[in-house]
């Protein structure tokens, strides 16, 4: 990558929306366009470029709107397409563009297409889905849902059976066939069409299976190896024609969901003719802070990625855990200290920074304890699987929380009223810990909150050529901190991010040819003795020249 950004998004940092949860805009506990579009003078005096809108197209919403029944309208839930279009005037006045998440691997069982395919097996689009004879009743292999139990669902009418990588609503497309590539080519052009800046393209690396269908391999924690579902030949083909079809615009970004840690198939995805980025999984999915890990997972990236290709920064997500509880250990004196330390990181480091919703306020895990107040399929799904497979209501719970993604998803904390600022009810999801406490309404005048924080390292990437571009000068790890220097042609900055619990020690004219000046401390308690400082435990300093 030239360390100048030519494109947009090469020097945009995104913030990802999961529209349920932003904003409720008409009181009926759900997040809609006209809360979202109420909300762009937050997101704007933040500092973000970009929005990625979670689906918010036409759907029963069995995986909240990631099952599709309607690529062209919006859902009636989230509001209208006069409200949708309204938001990126709104938002595009406000110079933020918008990029918007497209499921192109499967639709809802409800899609009109799904339901002419299963009407009979000469339907015109019986094809357009991925149906198999079986051998008398047998599943046609041992290929596992993401959600639970087989993919393979029978259909008795017809006497076969489909496939679905996720629930059995969520039904898999056969991209093999040419007519299925234009149907997605011709929504992709409408949402074009209606301005949007670019698309997220939803699980894009399970757009083949093999043709073979083989048994799918298990790893010795007896979890199934996605060997011949994921990554097949062909995919490569059929990216290309759906990206070349929208690089005929011009400015248009696409970024993919790749679901690997493994840098040689991710970097595959992206590069001249392909994605221009795929998200690094790698970098941001631990368990636990592990800052060796994290360093050698930046030096992968940089080995790894050609000079056309930009890694993604990104820690949370609507899938993942909140960082800050993630890192967290359950000790509250360290939450936020290392939130900010990743938050410098992502902000600093090279990458597309994608932010996700309320990691600015520090917004902690929600946690449903009662299977009744559980939200996502992934959580419900293995629950029901393994009380079929005769576990107890308690086992299956546990089983369910720990696949369950609604940690993530409660609502954004506006301010301290009940329901957090988001909606006058309760919403369709539980409030997260601490709400009363922690919301964008205190913070926004407190200049040393975590969403202060926020707001000064994004205005230093947006103005500071050696953050948004640059390249790594230096790149090392000091016992527990990791350092590193990024230039761009006359600029420096050196970022020290000491994750340890003893002081670090810096001379910081072995980092930059030139004078710097602290430009951002993640704790106030710096100090510099000429060249030399010393970086408190668990906290990162930015300096600048
Ligand atoms: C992606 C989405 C996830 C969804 C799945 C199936 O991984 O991020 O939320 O459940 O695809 O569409
Ligand atoms: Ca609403």
Same mark, same amino acid.
């Given at each position: 990558m030239?360390?100048?950004?030519?494109?947009?998004?090469?020097?945009?940092?995104?913030?990802?929306?999961?529209?349920?949860?932003?904003?409720?805009?008409?009181?009926?506990?759900?997040?809609?366009?006209?809360?979202?579009?109420?909300?762009?003078?937050?997101?704007k005096e933040?500092?973000?470029?970009?929005?990625?809108?979670?689906?918010?197209?036409?759907?029963?919403?069995?995986?909240?709107?990631y099952?599709?029944?309607?690529?062209?309208?919006v859902d009636?839930?989230y509001g209208?397409?006069?409200?949708?279009?309204?938001?990126?005037?709104?938002?595009?006045?406000?110079?933020?563009?918008?990029?918007?998440?497209?499921?192109?691997?499967?639709?809802?069982?409800h899609?009109a297409?799904f339901?002419?395919?299963?009407?009979?097996?000469?339907?015109?689009?019986?094809?357009w889905?991925?149906w198999?004879?079986?051998?008398?009743?047998?599943?046609?292999?041992?290929?596992?849902?993401?959600?639970?139990?087989?993919?393979?669902?029978?259909?008795?009418?017809?006497?076969q059976?489909?496939?679905?990588?996720?629930?059995?609503?969520?039904?898999?497309l056969?991209?093999?066939?040419?007519?299925?590539?234009?149907?997605?080519?011709?929504?992709?052009g409408?949402?074009l069409?209606?301005?949007?800046?670019?698309? @997220? %393209?939803?699980?894009?690396?399970? #757009?083949?299976?093999? !043709?073979?269908?083989?048994d799918?391999p298990? &790893?010795?924690k *007896?979890?199934?190896?996605?060997?011949y579902?994921?990554?097949?030949?062909?995919?490569?083909?059929?990216?290309?024609?759906?990206?070349?079809?929208?690089?005929?615009?011009?400015g248009?970004?696409?970024?993919?969901?790749?679901?690997?840690?493994?840098?040689?198939?991710?970097?595959?995805?992206?590069?001249?003719?392909?994605?221009?980025v795929?998200f690094?999984?790698?970098?941001?999915?631990?368990?636990?802070?592990?800052?060796?890990?994290?360093y050698?997972?930046?030096?992968?990236?940089e080995?790894?990625?050609?000079?056309d290709?930009?890694?993604t920064?990104?820690?949370?997500?609507?899938?993942?855990q909140?960082?800050?509880?993630?890192?967290?250990?359950?000790?509250?004196?360290?939450?936020?200290?290392?939130a @900010? %330390?990743?938050?410098?990181?992502? #902000?600093?480091?090279? !990458?597309?920074?994608?932010?996700?919703?309320? &990691?600015?306020? *520090?917004?902690?895990?929600?946690?449903?304890?009662r299977i009744?107040?559980?939200?996502?399929?992934?959580?419900?799904?293995?629950?029901e699987?393994?009380?079929?497979?005769?576990?107890t209501?308690?086992?299956?719970?546990a089983?369910?929380?720990?696949?369950?993604?609604?940690?993530?998803?409660?609502?954004?904390?506006?301010?301290?009223?009940?329901?957090?600022?988001?909606?006058s009810?309760?919403?369709?999801?539980?409030?997260?810990?601490?709400?009363?406490?922690?919301?964008?309404?205190?913070?926004?005048?407190?200049t040393?909150?975590?969403y202060?924080?926020?707001?000064?390292?994004?205005?230093?990437?947006?103005?500071?050529?050696a953050?948004?571009?640059?390249?790594?000068?230096?790149?090392?790890?000091?016992?527990?901190?990791?350092?590193?220097?990024?230039?761009?042609?006359?600029?420096?900055?050196?970022?020290?991010?000491?994750?340890?619990?003893?002081?670090?020690?810096?001379?910081?004219?072995?980092?930059?040819?030139?004078?710097?000046?602290?430009?951002?401390?993640?704790?106030?308690?710096?100090?510099?003795?000429?060249p030399s400082a010393?970086?408190?435990?668990?906290?990162a300093?930015?300096?600048?020249s």
């Open positions: 030239n360390n100048k950004p030519k494109l947009w998004w090469q020097n945009t940092t995104f913030y990802e929306i999961y529209v349920p949860s932003f904003c409720d805009g008409n009181g009926d506990g759900i997040g809609d366009f006209p809360g979202i579009t109420s909300k762009l003078d937050y997101l933040l500092g973000i470029g970009g929005i990625w809108l979670t689906p918010f197209y036409t759907s029963p919403k069995i995986d909240n709107g099952d599709i029944s309607d690529y062209y309208n009636p839930d209208t397409m006069a409200d949708f279009e309204r938001f990126i005037e709104e938002a595009h006045r406000r110079d933020i563009r918008v990029i918007v998440d497209l499921v192109l691997n499967h639709t809802s069982s899609h297409w339901q002419e395919s299963k009407s009979s097996v000469s339907s015109p689009k019986r094809d889905y991925i198999k004879s079986p051998e008398g009743k047998a599943l046609p292999n041992n290929w596992e849902s993401f959600f639970g139990g087989s993919a393979w669902e029978w259909d008795e009418p017809t006497g059976y489909y496939y679905h990588a996720f629930a059995k609503e969520q039904v898999d056969n991209w093999a066939n040419p007519e299925v590539r234009e149907a997605m080519k011709d929504v992709m409408f949402w069409d209606k301005g949007i800046d670019g698309f @997220r %393209l939803d699980v894009i690396n399970f #757009l083949k299976v093999s !043709g073979e269908f083989q799918n298990y &790893d010795d *007896g979890e199934q190896i996605h060997r579902d994921q990554n097949q030949d062909g995919i490569l083909e059929a990216i290309h024609e759906i990206c070349q079809y929208v690089h005929q615009r011009e248009i970004f696409m970024v993919g969901e790749v679901g690997s840690e493994d840098m040689d198939i991710l970097s595959r995805y992206s590069g001249s003719g392909l994605l221009d795929v690094n999984f790698n970098l941001g999915s631990q368990e636990q802070l592990n800052p060796e890990r994290l050698r997972e930046l030096q992968l990236m080995a790894k990625h050609r000079r290709q930009l890694p920064l990104f820690f949370s997500s609507h899938d993942m909140r960082h800050i509880s993630r890192f967290g250990d359950g000790d509250p004196s360290l939450e936020e200290r290392r @900010r %330390l990743i938050a410098t990181l992502m #902000l600093t480091a090279k !990458g597309v920074p994608f932010i996700y919703y309320g &990691d600015e306020l *520090g917004m902690r895990n929600h946690v449903a304890n009744e107040d559980m939200r996502d399929i992934q959580g419900l799904g293995h629950y699987v393994a009380l079929k497979n005769g576990r209501e308690e086992e299956a719970l089983i369910a929380r720990a696949k369950s993604r609604d940690y993530s998803r409660s609502p954004m904390q506006w301010n301290g009223e009940p329901f957090g600022g988001f909606s009810r309760e919403p369709w999801i539980g409030m997260g810990p601490h709400h009363t406490q922690i919301h964008a309404e205190t913070q926004q005048k407190q040393d909150s975590i202060s924080y926020y707001k000064q390292l994004l205005s230093l990437r947006r103005r500071h050529p953050l948004f571009g640059g390249d790594y000068a230096k790149l090392e790890m000091r016992d527990q901190a990791i350092v590193y220097t990024k230039r761009s042609d006359e600029h420096e900055a050196v970022v020290a991010l000491n994750f340890g619990s003893e002081p670090l020690q810096l001379n910081l004219s072995d980092w930059a040819n030139r004078e710097l000046h602290l430009a951002a401390a993640s704790q106030k308690s710096v100090s510099l003795d000429g010393v970086i408190p435990p668990h906290t300093a930015v300096w600048l």
